[in-house]
């Protein structure tokens, strides 16, 4: 077969232009489905953003639906050097005057000095236990007993001769998980391993220690603050409780955080004081206020997205991917009536102008400042206005809850408008696409079957090129000899 570049050398024709003129003549219908497809996927796309539109609006409104949005508080600490305070839900807004007398701290005790971290200490077995430490004042000298903390297990920890080094015992301790760290200090006088508890009365501890006899030396890390208890570790601080007082009533916690003393405020204990700090928990309207605007901006986003994705312009004369499109405009009428109509979920707001949300002429919202303002100061009805629900009357349903559940319908996966509008979309394009394959496999065929028919034609014309050639050689010598 004559090659491309070839074909038609033989007849003397363009044959080449002629097969692929014809073979894009054969094509066209197959250029003209892929403008349809570039169109419908724009259409998909568009679909794609309205959906995300519609996606952000029912986030909004579930939102207004929640009722921890509608209780949210926010505090200030008159100082928040000495307490600061945040605040979840479940609180509730008041003043507190919190006076800090005493904050946590945990246990901690030194060693006497080694001569240097690596120096040998002894071998055996270091027992910690954590518990609380009580004084009973009724005795002369007052007597200290230790009780071990109930939901704790006492911890031992082997000291063998690879072991018994002052920063190899820190290392030890530090890998038992026995609720107490182990640091070594160093200064003039040499290195002291120093232990250190957990905040809380509860969380002190003591050490007991069993030497073993052929390398004695262990005992030097012994602890406990008990009257009559074998010791030789120095305290150097006392596990205590942080102690406050709330509006005059006193408090007591382990940690320097107080996360249950009020419900729904942590209190954050930094220093003590000597005059109360002063705790204000009120109600969050600023993130109320926030909730609703950005309900109104997820509306108006999908209003705006639908009108101009759904425009002709009399300017450019184009259309919108989604001009004349039923189900969209369908959608958009939906909203509007939804957006517009009454609810008796509230005795005091039956439509959104009640509460300072106009409906503008394009069917988007604007907010009046002043009028929203005073619907904030009624929180309970504007609470039922949007987030109202009855699964027996419609009507006591609120705006919010409305929404959420319209736009639940229009985004079901499966049933829903956009889905079933998408889907036929994606079903029609994958037809094209298949009609596009079968039109340019049949060119294929014709351009094969072409090339072929030129090639035979081109073989057929060299050889009645050649007669010629020899017949006119042949008369020319005749005509010489005549």
């Not at 920063?167 to 200064?187: F, H, L, M, P, Q």
């Not at 729904?264 to 003590?272: F, I, R």
């Not at 909730?291 to 919108?320: C, H, M, P, W």
């Not at 079933?420 to 079903?427: A, H, I, R, V």
Request: overall charge neutral.
């Amino acid at each position: 077969m004559a090659s491309l570049s070839s074909l038609g050398v033989g007849s003397g024709l363009d044959a080449e232009t002629i097969v692929t003129k014809l073979v894009a003549l054969e094509k066209q219908p197959a250029d003209t489905l892929t403008t349809k497809n570039t169109k419908l996927q724009t259409q998909v796309s568009t679909w794609g953003k309205i959906q995300s539109n519609f996606s952000a609006l029912q986030d909004a409104a579930s939102k207004l639906m929640d009722s921890s949005f509608w209780s949210a508080t926010t505090a200030k600490s008159s100082d928040d050097t000495a307490v600061s305070v945040t605040t979840s839900s479940g609180a509730a807004a008041g003043n507190y005057a919190v006076n800090v007398t005493q904050l946590a701290a945990a246990q901690s005790v030194a060693s006497s000095a080694f001569t240097a971290s690596t120096s040998t200490v002894g071998e055996g077995t270091l027992r910690i236990e954590l518990g609380r430490y009580t004084t009973d004042n009724s005795t002369t000298p007052p007597a200290v007993t230790f009780a071990a903390k109930a939901a704790a297990t006492a911890v031992d920890i082997s000291i063998g001769p690879g072991d018994n080094t002052l920063e190899k015992i820190r290392d030890r301790i530090n890998t038992a998980n026995a609720g107490v760290s182990a640091s070594i200090v160093t200064d003039a006088s040499g290195a002291r391993l120093v232990m250190r508890g957990q905040n809380g009365e509860e969380n002190a501890f003591r050490v007991s220690v069993t030497e073993t006899a052929t390398a004695p030396g262990l005992s030097a890390l012994a602890y406990s603050a008990a009257t009559g208890a074998t010791t030789a570790m120095s305290r150097t601080q006392t596990a205590q409780n942080a102690q406050a007082t709330i509006n005059g009533l006193n408090v007591s916690s382990a940690s320097n955080t107080m996360s249950n003393v009020l419900e729904g405020v942590t209190l954050k204990l930094n220093k003590t004081t000597t005059t109360p700090a002063t705790v204000n928990v009120d109600l969050d309207t600023a993130s109320i206020s926030k909730g609703v605007n950005e309900f109104v901006t997820a509306y108006n986003s999908v209003v705006s997205t639908i009108r101009v994705q759904t425009l002709y312009d009399e300017t450019s004369k184009t259309g919108g991917p989604l001009q004349g499109n039923a189900t969209a405009r369908g959608l958009l009428s939906q909203m509007r009536g939804l957006i517009s109509s009454n609810t008796s979920a509230s005795s005091t707001f039956g439509r959104l102008s009640d509460i300072g949300i106009d409906i503008n002429k394009d069917g988007t919202l604007s907010t009046k400042s002043s009028k929203f303002n005073d619907a904030m100061g009624k929180l309970g009805e504007l609470q039922k206005f949007f987030a109202g629900s009855s699964e027996t009357d419609s009507s006591l349903n609120g705006i919010g809850t409305r929404v959420k559940n319209l736009t639940k319908q229009i985004l079901d996966t499966t049933s829903g408008a956009i889905a079933s509008s998408t889907s036929g979309l994606n079903s029609t394009i994958k037809r094209n696409k298949d009609k596009i394959d079968d039109i340019n496999d049949r060119a294929g065929l014709i351009e094969t079957r072409l090339r072929k028919q030129y090639s035979a034609l081109d073989t057929s014309m060299a050889k009645l090129t050649g007669l010629s050639t020899y017949v006119t050689a042949q008369l020319a010598a005749l005509n010489k000899s005549a």
